[in-house]
């Protein structure tokens, strides 16, 4: 399974971005698909995540101002983030999980400038 992220970039605090993720290969059903990020010098910490049910759920720093999205017929998942800030400059990563295995990306770089 081979997992690309896209959609990262350089945005002002208060701007919007919207990150997208492709997962192809030898998917059978993926169960979820989620979105990671990474700061220099700190380790991997979790943003959101989307079942196959479409349920969603949200780190704290992530609520109020994240939305993760998926197209399950296109093997998908956006993240649409609003209102950000100096704080989440970070490499993203998306994840997704099939039969108990979950798959990385190369990751996307994020900078918000203050």
């Known amino acids: 399974v081979q997992v690309v992220e896209s959609g990262g970039g350089l945005v002002q605090a208060g701007g919007s971005l919207r990150l997208s993720c492709t997962a192809s290969g030898r998917i059978f059903m993926l169960n979820a698909m989620d979105w990671y990020r990474q700061a220099p010098g700190q380790e991997r910490d979790f943003v959101a995540r989307i079942t196959n049910g479409d349920t969603a759920n949200y780190a704290d720093s992530a609520a109020g101002r994240f939305t993760i999205s998926r197209d399950g017929a296109r093997d998908t998942v956006y993240l649409q983030m609003n209102s950000l800030k100096p704080e989440d400059t970070a490499v993203y990563y998306c994840?997704?999980?099939?039969?108990?295995?979950?798959?990385w990306g190369q990751g996307t770089q994020v900078t918000v400038s203050s």
């Open positions: 994840g997704v999980w099939q039969y108990g295995t979950h798959y």
